[in-house]
């Protein structure tokens, strides 16, 4: 499924995309609050996107490089994962290379990931999750209209720390859930 806004082109994630990506994968600064460290190299990288790549044929991972042009190299991601139709949810997820900060590519380019979780895949909640102190995911996702909703005490060990993780979430308009869209 690829998206596109008036900036950007989302296409799905590929071992190919594993170089570009290594701008923001293998940068300490960028991957300060991620779960896992950044990576060492290209092929950590490309290693990591064909462990997880067979995953998206499943229906429950969405996952796109986010690019200038249509074939250009990636200057971000953006996800949809644990999509759950049944109760019909996911987690979005984004990660820019840092050179791209500061422009609104994060913020254009996760409105798409968010406006075909809640049109064409008919989904009715999403929510994110981000370490403590990660002040810039936190401005994004309230300007997403996402919403703080918890603390998950010590959820993540990292470089030997536990880690708080915040949880913030996003309802499809009520208006249109009441109407069964």
């Known amino acids: 499924m690829i998206l596109t806004t008036d ?20 940068d300490a600064l960028v991957m300060r609050y991620w779960d896992w460290p950044a990576q060492e190299n290209v092929a950590a990288v490309r290693s990591i996107l064909e462990a997880h790549i067979p995953e998206l044929g499943d229906g429950r991972t969405l996952w796109w ?18 999509i759950d139709h049944h109760h019909r949810r996911a987690e979005v997820g984004f990660l820019f290379a840092r050179r791209h900060w500061g422009q609104g590519y994060a913020k254009e380019a996760m409105d798409a990931v968010v406006a075909h979780a809640f049109g064409e895949l008919n989904l009715e909640r999403l929510w994110a999750r981000f370490h403590d102190g990660n002040d810039a995911s936190k401005r994004l996702l309230e300007r997403l ?37």
């Open 145 to 181: 209209g996402f919403a703080y909703e918890g603390t998950l005490k010590s959820h993540i060990l990292r470089d030997g720390a536990r880690r708080d993780c915040h949880l913030y979430g996003r309802l499809r308009s009520l208006s249109a859930t009441k109407n069964g869209a």
């Open 7 to 26: 900036r950007l082109h989302l296409r799905p994630v590929s071992a190919g995309d594993a170089e570009a990506l290594f701008e923001s994968r293998g």
């Open 65 to 82: 490089v986010v690019a200038l042009s249509p074939d250009g190299p990636a200057i971000g991601e953006c996800d949809l994962s644990e």
